[in-house]
């Protein structure tokens, strides 16, 4: 790990597979005490951490909650939806308010892009700052724990994988972060597949093979990540009806096949079944959804250690 420790973690872009790779081995080597409960109150005991969810989440916001009460810290569920919000505070008064309660350590989802950096440079010096996804930008937590995923499945050497994003490109933070971290720890062989709709902007995801044929883009990948269609951020019409989005692009057992024969499959959730992707697969023996979740509290514990500990 380079010496400095980060301030903020706003983006995995330019962290450096280095950091990165710490990152995941302090995540790995926190697994235990993440999952079986075991609490290391020590590592931020007197801090309080503030989970700000100005949009929904379930998995992003718990394992933020669990993570941070493992390591010993308070935590404050700020309710946007119970709160000053509704009268029209705006976020920034709301963190300098809650900054004034002597809160230092801030979680922050957000709908709009760049709002949580927008933050970060209002906040007080000693602040510090979390991104749990803001707008289509970042999602670097989600991105450890998938970069984690495919490291514990497939090893470090992601030079040699092939990795597929399939689904809602477009609106996708978790597909930003995904490609942020894969590029710094070596991928190459980096595909995108969506409805022509839902592809990203030229330009905005970097040099990936991007097409909308999902049964060529298959053959022979390591990796499968199914994404959400995320209809709250879409163009009412801009993508076919379910049954017809699930005919094109859905993953299934058939499709499946065209992966190789060890293949994983990843979606961030929520998953919308039969839509993004088959139950069968969903739950087959392939499936690393539920791994992707229980990473997610031991990424967090090492995040907010690597934030905040002393
Ligand atoms: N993957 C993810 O961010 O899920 P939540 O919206 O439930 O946090």
Redesign the pocket.
């Known amino acids: 790990m380079p010496s400095d420790r980060l301030r903020h973690l706003l983006t995995l872009d330019g962290l450096g597979a280095d950091r990165i790779h710490a990152l995941l081995d302090a995540a790995e080597a926190l697994r235990g005490a993440a999952l079986g409960g075991q609490r290391l109150r020590g590592v931020l005991a007197g801090r309080t951490v503030c989970n700000l969810f100005f949009e ?6 718990s394992s933020f909650q669990l993570a941070a009460q493992r390591l010993g810290a308070d935590v404050l569920n700020f309710d946007v939806s119970a709160s000053s919000v509704s009268k029209g505070e705006s976020a920034q008064d709301t963190l300098r308010t809650l900054e004034a309660m002597g809160i230092a350590a801030f979680v922050v989802r957000h709908g709009e892009d760049g709002a949580v950096a927008a933050l970060a440079a209002a906040a007080r010096p000693r602040t510090v700052l979390v991104n749990a ?1 803001d707008g289509r930008s970042d ?1 670097p937590t ?1 991105g450890l724990l998938d970069l984690l995923t495919i490291r514990q499945r497939k090893g470090a050497d992601f030079g040699r994988l092939a990795v597929l994003i399939v689904g809602d490109l477009r609106h996708s933070r ?1 597909a930003r972060s995904a490609l942020h971290g894969l590029r710094q720890l070596g991928c190459t062989d980096l595909r995108l597949c969506a409805p022509p709709g839902l592809l990203p902007e030229p330009g905005t995801l970097g040099t990936c093979r991007a097409g909308h044929d999902l049964d060529a883009m298959l053959d022979g990948v390591d990796v499968v990540m199914a994404l959400r269609l995320q209809r709250e951020r879409m163009v009412e019409g801009s993508v076919p009806s379910p049954a017809a989005y699930f005919a094109e692009y859905g993953l299934d057992a058939r499709r499946l096949a065209r992966a190789k024969p060890d293949a994983i499959v990843m979606h ?3 998953m919308n079944r039969g839509v993004e992707i088959a139950d069968a697969v969903a739950d087959g023996p392939q499936s690393v959804v539920l791994d992707q979740v229980a990473n997610g509290v031991a990424v967090r514990m090492a995040v907010l250690a690597h934030l905040l500990g002393s």
């Open positions: 929904n989440s379930t998995r992003t916001r996804g999602h989600q978790v961030p959730g929520p």
